[in-house]
């Protein structure tokens, strides 16, 4: 049972585009999520996170939002750059434990 | 300040051979945990350790795997016997507490022939 979905296995831009990654949990518990950018051969790097506390966090370029009643949040990345082509994974945990969840991964592929 | 380092990046070897994966977490991090992605699947969940304790090894597959933290420091995750199924990227991660960033190695191939 996937806690955590991505259902996008992959995703193309035009670059100066925006990216949106989608990713829904099941788990009411989870109250923080963060996004990793995984490139190929490199273990996944921390991008954004956001507490169930806020409904948006802001880093630069990337966007999070959260919408908890529909158990829903996205990446945002605007503009969109080639350098940002990777795997994305979302994550969550729960309060009070220390297991991240992970999707499965959203491949961005940013067209020059 | 050096990250979360993993040896040996890759590593091939036979089917019941025993294989030991070593993780140094980033200093000062008391939480480290194992993960594993197999195939283009999710990155699951090992086990956690909080300084040498195990704290949740829920993930783990079954009893041929073998997580230690002597003294809290570094990790290593044995494999014995390997099979083929066990084949894939271990990844080791450390956070300073529960419910914050945690921080990912580059990674340890295994490939199970």
């Known amino acids: 049972d996937q806690q955590v979905k991505q259902n996008s296995p992959s995703l193309s831009v035009q670059e100066g585009r925006i990216s949106i990654l989608n990713c829904d949990y099941t788990n009411s518990m989870f109250d923080y999520f963060l996004w990793y950018k995984k490139y190929p051969a490199e273990g996944p790097t921390f991008l954004i996170s956001?507490?169930?506390?806020?409904d948006k966090n802001e880093d630069g370029r990337f966007t999070v939002f959260l919408n908890k009643s529909a158990k829903h949040l996205s990446l945002h990345i605007v503009p969109s750059q080639p350098g940002d082509s990777a795997v994305y994974f979302c994550a969550a945990s729960a309060q009070g434990t220390y297991k991240y969840i992970f999707g499965t991964g959203t491949r961005l592929k940013v067209l020059a | 300040e050096a990250g979360v380092t993993q040896f040996p990046s890759h590593s091939v070897i036979e089917k019941g051979q025993t294989v030991t994966l070593r993780c140094d977490p980033i200093s000062g991090h008391d939480n480290l945990y194992w993960y594993r992605r197999v195939m283009g699947k999710e990155i699951k969940f090992l086990l956690h350790f909080v300084k040498e304790s195990k704290q949740d090894e829920s993930g783990m597959p079954n009893n041929r795997f073998l997580a230690e933290r002597t003294g809290g420091t570094y990790s290593t995750l044995k494999v014995q016997p390997a099979e083929l199924e066990d084949s894939g990227v271990y990844f080791c991660?450390?956070?300073?507490?529960?419910?914050?960033?945690?921080?990912f190695g580059e990674g340890s191939w295994l490939t199970v022939v």
């Open positions: 991660a450390s956070s300073q507490g529960g419910g914050t960033t945690i921080y």
């Open positions: 956001i507490s169930s506390i806020k």
